[in-house]
């Protein structure tokens, strides 16, 4: 397992004492196995920006597929193009189990750490394969598709082009590589956007806080995203420019000294046009997404696009 600097994933990199078993990390195996745990640590992220939640796994999705955050549930979507193998990890020394889903280059894109040890026993039913094997030469679903008892039938997967897509389109255009070829050209999205000031980020948090507003998150890690929506409980920022927000279930954490721009960008959704802030750091990739996700009522959506309405845009 190659190690990911930097990466945030705690006792994933280095040398421990420990085992790892790879799995399989197709389709709908892997949804499978996700679900089969009932209390699990989940991270997803990088350097700049993270989410972690605790709770059982949603059926998790691909790029193309419907989306969905549900209170209660981890809501994971994955680009199973970039998610090359997953493996069940034990720590011989703390005796913890945690499966990572690591992407083409090696790196850990997610990690689910198992809480009870019943989820740690249950692990030993996940399906292995042979190395070799992996999620991004498979991720097409063959002739007779798999059924598994609550896994809706996979379909090829269709994604449609961004530049006049709905908001899921933005986000699986992100999810394809960080959004990275989409910003080099965007001139070419045909819905309102504009870049507006960094540190208006914890103040957009800390208002919502306040007011009591709810609101989703999405947190980008390669090939994987994972979302979050609710009130946001508790907001903090430390004098390095961390901020921390408590959202429902999840704790979501930014670093602000690497988002290097900051884009309002509002695209069609359940109700309407819905405007989405989107945390670009210096290599110009989208690490988070501050929106509305599905139907959160229409009081709550006006509410949350007069706020982005007022938002600054860049000083010149």
């Known amino acids: 397992m190659a190690e990911h600097h930097g990466c945030g994933f705690e006792g994933c990199c280095g040398r421990r004492n420990g085992t790892a078993r790879l799995i ?6 892997l949804a499978r196995c996700l679900t089969l745990f009932q209390y699990v640590q989940a991270v997803t992220g990088g350097p700049v920006a993270r989410i972690d939640q605790a709770g059982s796994y949603a059926v998790p999705s691909l ?6 955050v549900r209170p209660g549930s981890i809501a994971l979507r994955i680009d199973a193009a970039g998610v090359d193998t997953a493996v069940v990890a034990r720590d011989d020394d703390t005796g913890s189990v945690a499966l990572r889903l690591l992407d083409t280059e090696g790196r850990t894109v997610h990690q689910g750490r198992l809480l009870s040890e019943g989820d740690r026993l249950l692990a030993g039913l996940a399906g292995t394969v042979e190395a070799g094997s992996s999620a991004a030469r498979t991720h097409m679903v063959p002739d007779g598709p798999l059924m598994v008892p ?4 996979r379909v090829r997967e269709h994604v449609p082009a961004w530049e006049d897509g709905d908001q899921l389109a933005q986000l699986d255009a992100v999810l394809a590589d960080g959004g990275a070829a989409r910003r080099e050209v965007f001139h070419r999205y045909r819905g309102e956007h504009r870049p507006i000031e960094v540190d208006v980020v914890p103040a957009v948090l800390d ?14 890690a390669p090939a994987a995203m994972q979302a979050c929506g609710g009130r946001v409980h508790v907001t903090d920022r430390t004098v390095g420019g961390r901020v921390f927000a408590a959202i429902a279930e999840s704790s979501v954490e930014i670093d602000l000294a690497g988002v290097r721009a900051c884009h309002l960008v509002r695209s069609t959704a359940a109700h309407g046009p819905t405007s989405a802030l989107e945390l670009d ?6 690490v988070a997404v501050v929106t509305q996700f599905g139907m959160v009522g229409e009081d709550v959506h006006a509410a ?3 706020l982005a309405a007022s938002l600054p845009g860049i000083s010149t």
Request: net charge negative; proline share 8%; glycine share 12%.
């Open 304 to 306: 949350w696009e007069h």
């Open 207 to 220: 208002h919502v806080c306040s007011v009591g507003l709810p609101i989703g998150v999405a947190v980008f």
């Open 281 to 286: 750091d210096e290599d110009g990739r989208c």
């Open 24 to 29: 399989d990390a197709r389709m709908p195996e």
């Open 63 to 68: 790029r193309g597929e419907a989306f969905a």
């Open 150 to 153: 609550g896994v809706p039938e």
